[in-house]
Structures are given as structure tokens and as C-alpha cells.
């Protein structure tokens, strides 16, 4: 995901860190970025000099606490949807606190961007693999201020200096067997102004970080006491469904809803503008009383849109010159000289994001304040959207963050919200909305459809002289984030990567050329720019090298002589892979390396495909370098399922149009993986100490185009369409 605002710049000044004590006595650590281009946030931070103790802990919503029990609590800028964030950023402050993570109590930051905004996404968000990138100085900082102030007061009270102390499991150690626990200092730390410099563990020096580590949230995923926004109940609730119109700027023109009120357990029938709600006594209820209704729709102007004029405009803007990425050398004259061109598109689908909990929200609005209890990535845009559909003050809006049933970028927005608040401003009790999967699949926010052209130039030893790459499909920018996106209409997202490749090309042009959306709502989907980019580039080139007869590997490897990190794990997968070994007839390797989320990745796929294009996967090899690791055993889950996710997409996934309507419905015509028919993803990880990149979302950026260069290795197809299934392939 890119930048939401390209115009606010990284942080100039030094990170801000303030110490304050509890209302109940304790020590708060406050630690923020600085966030460029909002007023109310530079008053926040500019509210007075920054050794001045803050008043009580909410005041800058502290990172870091301790009470006089010792008991620390971490307020956790990230939201927990199944990806380990919140123990990974967990970790850091342990770390350098000098605590175990038995020790440290977990609490969901509230809204409030002035303190919590995420410094490469410029925006408080969850999302585009920057959890751990985007935390690991200022979390490892606040850590260490806190420790430092602990062992200072101590020094005092002893008398002796501070560099005969040290902090070890929630106490500081004098040199004669006395000790302090940390809840004995607080009061005293509290008074004390945060150091100007705050040296950091060195990495041989780490407890934890790099370290496998258990997950905070397991246990009561395991043992069924955690709670999702689906498994809450308020005192005197009621349940919620909705059916929206199916075609996008459609309204409601009639209802007839005598038949849904007779259902037994629905309460009430809410209108809406485009939408009808039904209220009952159980979810089970207004599912059963949704599809007694009776409803006439004004379907609008998208009613004729299907997916052949979508793509078909999308094909068009590719003879268009848009917005010019980057531009190097000359492509032009190289192609006029080169001694061999090649030339191939590129296209992916319509996608939805098809989390395990479908859109749910409790809501309610009372007299004094709008309430909501939902799992979002985009706290602050959630507030906002409760504001604007209740019609009250962002800051009466309470935003009680949960954690969440799989998003993968859907809950970036906010329109179930939006919903949510709506018909809770009708009614005098909290209720909770829950879409049924129909309504989630055909109302999602859905990855855009692009086309990518490549043209390459060549010389007489087959060797790459450059490429003229045209991107054209929806900006997901320009809606999410209008003001980001400059004049010449350039999304930079939907050119990441394609616009920096790896690779050493002489010769280089990048263009985008938007294509305003119809009938469906896009937005960005797990692996965003990078998975798109990808796809295309790593396709394209695995082309190339085959129609000059060279090896992949080998090929890809003479071009990366700049990016020794994107070799060391394209030889590492290579390697475990035995990509040298020859294979049997219907057997066949696929390759593809890339930098994604700051991290490099290379992914190899081996597979076998009969005759009726049955395909089965043999092994999935991915080598990682992600800087420093924080739990191996994170980063291998993570890349597991990433992966995993998306293979699936890769297979089998498109949404498709008809009559502006989208077709697919649930898991029987939007199919997923099933556990039988995925192999193991062997997860090899580089040791390094660059700082560290992201895990979330790279897997399954690599995945598609290792899947199709592996199986135009195995049968002589090349797939330039995404999904295989498309063409006719099935797992086997």
C-alpha cells in the first residue's frame, strides 16, 4: 500500500518521547513521530517542552506504563488480524525493557493520529507490511527511556552510578545483590526528563528479538476465549443484516416487507438509500427475513456494465501515454536497435477479499456518544465515517478496536461502518451488523483489473538492454486518498516495483495510465502494488530469458549485480530447491525474486501437469531476507500463508461482472485452497542485521508468477491471464 499522502514528508526532527506519571501514580512513556502537514497534531506535539511531564496517561495515549505493581502495559499502535503484529512489536519493547513477554499487558491504541500515525504510511493504519519496519526504532527507544529512568532512580537511592546497575527481568540489579522491582521506582521515574541519547542493545546483546517466541494471542485463540466483533454481545442488543442494492449507485425504489416482519424473531425493517436492514432477535432471524423482503431497485446508470466493456476500456487506455513512472536512458532508440525484441501482456483479475469473518460491526448511538466495537485497520477513518453518518462530532465517537477475522486489506474501509452507524441512529439499543457472505462477497472493495505491455530490446548475445512497460487499470490512490495522487494522475502505488526494478536495465520507461472504475468499488488487496508489479515483471522476464534459451536462474542472476541481497536469496532458493536437477516429462520449475515491503524474496515452484491440465504441486520453496527477524517462527507462518493465500488467487479467484451485478457469491464460485491440495512451503530464512522489512504481504506477492513460469516450464504453456483456472487448469 502506498503512501496515502505523498505530499507529507518523513520526520526531520529527533522522535518525541515524554515521561508522566499515572493518575494512580506510575511511569508513562509517550512516544510519537512527529506528523507533518496536521495541525492538530503539531499543537499536540508542540504543547509544551518535551521534558515536561505529561499530567495522567491519557494524554498522549502512552506507548509504554508502569504501575506500582510493576505491571507493564503496552498500548499497541497496530491491530491484530491473525498476522502476529502485535507480539512482534511486543517484542521490541520487551527487549529493551528488559521484561519477559509473560510481563507485558497488551492494549489496542485508540484513535488519535497525532500519536499513533504510522511514519511510512503517514496515516494511523495497519497495513502494507509496515508494522515491524515502520516500529523498529521508536518502540525500541520508548523501551529503553523507560529502563534508563528505572536504573537512574535506582543509582540515586544507592548512591553509587548508574553504569554499576543493570535491568533484568523486571528489576534493577545493584552490584551487591540488592534489587529494585520496577513498580518500587516508578513514582520517582516519572519526575525525571527522558534522556536526550538513548543507546539501543546491540543485536548480540538480544533476549528476545530474533528469537522464537510464543504469540501473545494464541492461547485464547486456541482455547476459544478470545473474542472477534462477531462473538460480542452487548446488554439489550439486537442483530443486524443488509441487503444492498447489487449494482452500485443504485437506490431503493419500493419495499414491500409485510412477509419479513411475520418471520419469527425480526423486530424491525430499516430503510436506507441503498440498502435495506433487517432487526431481529438473532442473526439467524434477519438473514430469514432479508429473503422475505420484497424489493424494487432503481438500479442506475452502471446496470449495463459488464466485464467485457470493463476490460476492454482498460485494453484501450494501454495506447494512451499517461503518467510517466520513470523514465531512463532511451528505450525508444534501443528497441529501434536491438538486435531482438520481445514483446507480451499482461493481465489480472477482478478480486475479492474474501476474509474468514465476513463485514461486522456493533454499534450504538446514544445521547452523549456513537460507540462502536470493530475490528478496523484505519481507526482514525472509522471514527470520522461514524461521525459523518451520525451526524455528531469526531470527538464523541468511541472506537473500541477488536481483533480480526482475516482482512487483507478490506477493512482499510470503512462502508460496513458507515452502515452500521446508519441504522443504529434509527433504533434506541446497540446492535451488531453482520453481512451474510453473499453480501460480502458482491459488496467488497475489490482489487482493480490491470493490463501491463512490455516491450524488450535485446542485443546479439540475448542480453537485456531495457523494457517500455505500460501499467493501465483503476488508482485505488485516487479514491482512498485524492490528494496524494499529482496532476499527471500518477498512482504510485500501482507502480511499485515496476518503477525500481531490481534489475540493471540501461534502458527504461514506466507508465501508468489510469482508468476511472465503473460499477465496483476498488481498493487495494493483500500484497497491494507489489503483488501487482510482480506478477507482470517476473512473467515478463522469465519470457525473455527462455526465448534467448537461457537459464532463469542464471539470467536473472547476471542482471542483479547492484542488489547482492536479492542474489544471496535467488541462489539460497535456487539451492534448496535443486533447481539443476533435471525432471520428468510433465514436470517443471518456476522462478521469481523481487524487493517487496523492503524485504527480498525468492520463491521457486515445482509442479507437475498431465495432459487434461490437471496440475499438482510439488514443493514451494521461498528464501527470505527481511533484515532483522523478530520470531522466525512469525515469519515463517507468515510467509506460509501468504503464500498459500496467494496460490489460491493465483488458481482460481476472479470477480466478474454482468449487467453491472458481480456474479460470485460465496466459497463455492470464489474457491480457496483446500487443505488437501496445498503442499508445504519450505520457509528459508537469511540471517541478517539490516534493519528489518516486511513479512505480511510478500509471500503472496511472489507466488503467481513462480506458479506460471513453472508451468510453462512443465508443458510449454505460457498463462499471460491470471486465474490458471480460466484456461481450464484444476488442482489435482
Avoid at 285 to 309: C, K, M, P, V
Avoid at 601 to 624: F, H, M, N, P, Y
Avoid at 649 to 673: C, K, M, P
Wanted: glycine letters at 8%.
Amino acid at each position: 500500500m502506498a503512501n496515502p499522502d505523498n505530499r507529507l514528508q518523513s520526520p526531520s526532527r529527533r522522535h518525541l518521547l515524554k515521561v508522566g506519571s499515572l493518575a494512580l501514580g506510575g511511569l508513562v512513556i509517550g512516544f510519537s513521530m512527529p506528523f507533518a502537514g496536521r495541525s492538530f497534531a503539531e499543537q499536540v506535539l508542540n504543547e509544551g517542552p518535551e521534558d515536561q511531564p505529561m499530567s495522567n496517561a491519557t494524554a498522549l495515549d502512552a506507548f509504554i506504563s508502569i504501575d506500582r505493581d510493576g505491571q507493564v502495559t503496552f498500548t499497541v499502535p497496530k491491530i491484530e488480524m491473525g498476522q502476529g503484529a502485535q507480539s512482534g512489536l511486543a517484542v521490541m519493547v520487551a527487549e529493551e525493557l528488559e521484561i519477559g513477554l509473560d510481563q507485558i499487558t497488551l492494549k489496542e491504541a485508540p484513535p488519535n493520529e497525532a500519536i499513533y500515525n504510522d511514519k511510512l504510511l503517514n496515516f494511523q493504519a495497519t497495513g502494507g507490511s509496515t508494522s515491524i519496519r515502520s516500529n523498529w526504532e521508536p518502540l525500541r527507544q520508548a523501551g529503553a527511556a523507560a529502563r534508563l529512568l528505572l536504573i537512574q532512580v535506582a543509582a540515586q537511592r544507592w548512591q553509587i552510578g548508574a553504569d554499576q546497575l543493570r535491568a533484568d527481568n523486571g528489576r534493577v540489579l545493584g552490584p551487591d545483590g540488592r534489587s529494585f522491582g520496577y513498580g518500587e521506582l516508578v513514582d520517582d521515574a516519572s519526575k525525571l526528563p527522558v534522556p536526550e541519547n538513548i543507546p539501543l542493545k546491540p543485536a548480540e546483546q538480544f533476549k528476545l528479538i530474533g528469537k522464537p517466541t510464543r504469540r501473545l494471542d494464541t492461547p485464547a485463540k486456541v482455547n476459544g476465549t478470545a473474542r472477534f466483533t462477531i462473538d460480542l454481545v452487548l446488554p439489550g442488543m439486537k442483530y443486524v443484516s443488509a441487503r444492498a442494492c447489487p449494482v452500485i449507485g443504485g437506490t431503493l425504489l419500493n419495499l414491500d416487507d409485510r412477509a419479513a416482519r411475520k418471520v419469527r424473531g425480526v423486530i424491525d425493517v430499516i430503510r436506507l438509500d441503498n440498502a435495506v436492514a433487517v432487526i431481529g432477535e438473532h442473526t439467524w432471524a434477519t438473514f430469514a427475513g432479508l429473503r422475505a423482503l420484497e424489493i424494487e431497485w432503481d438500479y442506475g446508470d452502471n446496470a449495463g456494465i459488464d466485464s467485457a466493456q470493463m476490460e476492454r476500456e482498460i485494453k484501450e487506455a494501454l495506447d494512451k501515454p499517461g503518467a510517466v513512472a520513470t523514465e531512463q536512458g532511451d528505450i525508444d532508440q534501443a528497441l529501434k536497435d536491438a538486435t531482438k525484441t520481445f514483446e507480451a501482456e499482461y493481465e489480472m483479475p477482478f478480486l475479492a477479499h474474501a476474509a474468514l469473518e465476513p463485514m461486522t460491526c456493533v454499534a450504538q448511538v446514544r445521547p452523549d456518544a456513537v460507540e462502536l466495537w470493530v475490528g478496523t485497520q484505519v481507526p482514525v477513518r472509522a471514527q470520522t465515517a461514524a461521525a459523518e453518518a451520525s451526524g455528531r462530532p469526531a470527538e464523541q465517537v468511541i472506537v473500541n478496536n477488536q481483533l480480526i477475522g482475516g482482512a487483507f486489506g478490506r477493512r482499510l474501509e470503512v462502508d460496513f461502518i458507515s452502515q452500521a452507524v446508519a441504522i443504529a441512529a434509527k433504533v434506541d439499543y446497540p446492535i451488531k451488523l453482520t453481512w451474510s457472505r453473499e453480501e460480502d462477497t458482491t459488496h467488497d472493495m475489490y482489487r482493480p483489473y490491470y493490463i501491463d505491455r512490455f516491450a524488450a530490446a535485446l542485443d546479439d548475445q540475448g542480453r537485456l538492454q531495457g523494457w517500455r512497460h505500460t501499467i493501465a487499470g483503476a488508482s485505488v490512490l485516487a479514491r482512498f486518498a485524492p490528494a496524494a495522487v499529482p496532476e499527471s494522475g500518477l498512482d504510485s502505488d500501482a507502480v511499485e516495483v515496476a518503477q525500481n526494478p531490481i534489475y540493471a536495465l540501461p534502458n527504461l520507461r514506466v507508465n501508468y495510465v489510469p482508468v476511472p472504475p465503473k460499477a465496483l468499488h476498488q481498493s487495494w488487496w493483500r500484497g497491494v502494488g507489489a503483488l501487482r508489479s510482480t506478477y507482470m515483471l517476473e512473467s515478463f522476464i522469465d519470457e525473455v530469458a527462455r526465448s534467448v534459451d537461457r537459464d532463469p536462474v542464471q539470467y536473472r542472476m547476471a542482471l542483479l549485480g547492484s542488489h547482492p541481497r536479492a542474489q544471496q536469496v535467488l541462489r539460497l532458493a535456487a539451492e534448496k530447491a535443486r533447481w539443476g536437477d533435471p525432471l520428468p516429462a510433465g514436470h517443471g520449475r518456476g522462478v521469481a525474486v523481487q524487493e517487496v515491503f523492503g524485504s527480498f524474496l525468492a520463491t521457486v515452484v515445482e509442479l507437475q501437469v498431465s495432459e487434461d491440465k490437471g496440475i499438482k504441486l510439488k514443493r514451494l520453496v521461498v528464501a527470505i531476507d527481511c533484515g532483522q527477524v523478530m520470531n522466525p517462527v512469525s515469519v515463517k507462518s507468515q510467509i506460509e500463508g501468504g503464500t498459500l493465500f496467494g496460490l489460491s488467487a493465483a488458481l482460481f479467484n476472479e470477480i466478474t461482472v454482468s449487467e453491472g451485478r458481480v456474479e460470485q457469491s460465496n466459497f463455492h464460485d470464489y474457491r480457496q485452497l483446500r487443505i488437501s491440495e496445498a503442499p508445504p512451503v519450505e520457509t528459508y530464512i537469511v540471517e541478517s542485521r539490516e534493519a528489518p522489512g516486511g513479512v505480511g504481504e510478500s509471500g503472496t506477492a511472489m507466488i503467481a508468477p513462480a506458479l506460471v513460469n513453472a508451468l510453462a516450464a512443465a508443458n510449454g504453456t505460457r498463462i499471460r491471464r491470471l486465474p490458471l483456472a480460466r484456461a481450464g487448469y484444476y488442482v489435482i
